[in-house]
Every structure is written in C-alpha cells, then in structure tokens.
C-alpha cells in the first residue's frame, strides 16, 4: 500500500496550490478518502474527506477556500487550495478518510509566506 502526495511549494499569502495524491495497493474507489495536515507544534488534523459517492466536508478554517476532488479511474485526490493563509503551513498528507489508515508517507511540504 502507498499514498504518494506531491505538489506542495512556497507561496505568498492569498495564492493557490493543488496537491495530488496518488494511492496503490488499496480499493481506491470505495474508500472514503481524506486530507489532513500537520502544523509545527500542533496535531494532525483532517482537513477535507470526500467519500465514496463524491460528497465531502471541510474542516471550518477552510470552507469557501479548499476544494477536495478525486479522479477513481486514476487512484488520484486533488485539494485545490485558493486563498491561502499562513496559517495554512504545514505538511500535507493523504490517506483513507477513517480508520484504520494506511502508511502515512512523507507529505508535501506547503509553505505560506511572503
């Protein structure tokens, strides 16, 4: 099983980015898949899931501005990231949207800043 995240980047304060994700190894299809992140000092946190049917739900500080997508015939999540926040810094990982999770992977690595 792997859960391959990648681009993440610096950028400034009210600029966008979109991380994919790409899973093997797992019934991606049927699984509800989630979004969450990990700040310096604080605990990880689920950000966005979306399920199995294509509905999804936010965490409150990013509702308006992340958008959570997957693409099942490419085992592939997006999070479209708009209005970014320094708050939004941190590491970005991906994996099932409940448990039990899989291998966490390394993330990618967002950075808000000017």
């Known amino acids: 099983v792997q859960l391959q995240a990648s681009g993440g980047g610096l950028v400034q304060p009210g600029g966008a980015l979109r991380p994919s994700c790409v899973a093997s190894?797992?019934?991606?299809?049927?699984?509800?898949m989630g979004w969450y992140r990990q700040a310096p000092g604080k605990q990880r946190e689920l950000v966005a899931i979306i399920f199995s049917g294509g509905s999804t739900n936010y965490v409150d500080s990013v509702k308006g501005r992340f958008t959570i997508s997957r693409d099942n015939a490419k085992n592939t999540m997006y999070l479209q990231m708009n209005s970014l926040e320094p708050e939004d810094t941190a590491v970005y990982y991906c994996?099932?949207?409940?448990?039990?999770?899989?291998?966490w992977g390394q993330g990618t690595q967002v950075t808000v800043s000017s």
């Open positions: 190894g797992i019934s991606f299809s049927i699984n509800a």
């Open positions: 994996n099932k949207g409940q448990i039990p999770y899989v291998n």
